[in-house]
């Protein structure tokens, strides 16, 4: 069992959403860095989603998230336990959007910059909602043609201060390092809006 798998009891729950369109990488990223075998609900892509579900760019993928993933990961440092929640990303599960989002604190939007559009609902939901999220761009094949500021552009992100990170959803330390950093855009709206 690995040394970090007990949540240390001092630490805050903070309850995260991974969100983004279909196949951008949500419930492989909750599996690359949750300390707990993390809940999956997936059923198998079968051809009845052939000409609904686009596989463009996303060949191998063989399962959809249908209601959720879970996980949990101690930021020990940070002196939080992260709780995640992945997001279903098919059109045909968006209703659920709206109960996973209730006590989350941030998201993260992953995009795939092969398919932008993937991820423009969840992005239009969470500044709708006023959720603070950041945009993590998932590096499928270790690659990415985009810099951080093109992506940005694109996006047309209503806050330009949001943060747009580069990453590879299988990479625990890349996970790592963008949920530092919505942590770390978390305190810093909540010392803009706390009274003095
Ligand atoms: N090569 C490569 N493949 C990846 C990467 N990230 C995810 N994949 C693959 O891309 C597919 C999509 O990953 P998922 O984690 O299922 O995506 P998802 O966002 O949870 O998908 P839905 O729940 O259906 O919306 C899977 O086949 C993954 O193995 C990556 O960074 N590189
Ligand atoms: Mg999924």
């Not at 991974?18 to 196949?23: E, N, P, Q």
């Not at 892509?45 to 879970?70: N, Q």
């Not at 006023?130 to 499928?140: E, R």
């Not at 330009?160 to 990453?167: A, D, G, I, Y």
Request: glycine share 8%; proline share 5%.
């Amino acid at each position: 069992m690995p040394a970090y798998d007990t949540a240390a009891p001092e630490a805050s729950p903070v309850k995260i959403l991974i969100a983004g369109g279909f196949g951008v990488g949500k419930t492989t990223l909750v599996e690359a860095i949750s300390e707990i075998d993390p809940l999956r609900t997936e059923e198998r892509l079968t051809s009845a989603g052939v000409g609904v579900d686009d596989l463009d760019g996303i060949e191998s993928k063989t399962a959809t998230t249908v209601a959720l993933d879970f996980g949990r990961i101690t930021l020990t440092d940070a002196g939080v336990v992260l709780y995640l929640f992945g997001t279903p990303g098919q059109e045909r599960f968006w209703f659920m959007w709206d109960d996973l989002l209730l006590g989350a604190l941030g998201a993260i939007v992953l995009v795939d910059t092969r398919r932008l559009d993937r991820s423009f609902a969840a992005i239009d939901f969470f500044e709708s909602r006023g959720l603070p999220f950041i945009v993590g761009a998932n590096c499928f094949n270790g690659e990415q043609s985009y810099s951080t500021e093109e992506i940005r552009a694109a996006l047309h992100l209503r806050d330009p201060e949001t943060p747009v990170l580069l990453l590879d959803v299988r990479s625990r330390e890349d996970v790592r390092g963008c949920l530092l950093a919505l942590l770390d855009r978390l305190l810093a709206q909540a010392r803009v809006t706390a009274p003095v």
